[in-house]
């Protein structure tokens, strides 16, 4: 929610996985979106946000 594109869900569940398991660093899973989308500037940025909502979501959950 928030993101203004249903189609990033997958990355925010990545950025949750990431967050809960630290199974890879961050910047593994953003280097790979980056690369995955090249020169896409609008698609990398709404995907990082997605990541880092992912991993908000993630530590609040924890937290609780």
């Not at 990545?14 to 398991?21: D, E, F």
């Not at 910047?27 to 995955?36: K, N, Q, W």
């Not at 989308?37 to 880092?52: C, D, I, S, T």
């Amino acid at each position: 929610k928030g993101l203004g594109s249903v189609q990033v869900k997958n990355v925010v569940a990545l950025g949750a996985l990431q967050a809960a398991t630290g199974i890879f660093p961050a910047d593994t899973f953003l280097d790979v979106i980056r690369s995955s989308l090249g020169g896409k500037r609008a698609l990398v940025e709404l995907n990082e946000h997605a990541f880092a909502r992912g991993a908000e979501l993630a530590v609040a959950s924890a937290e609780t």
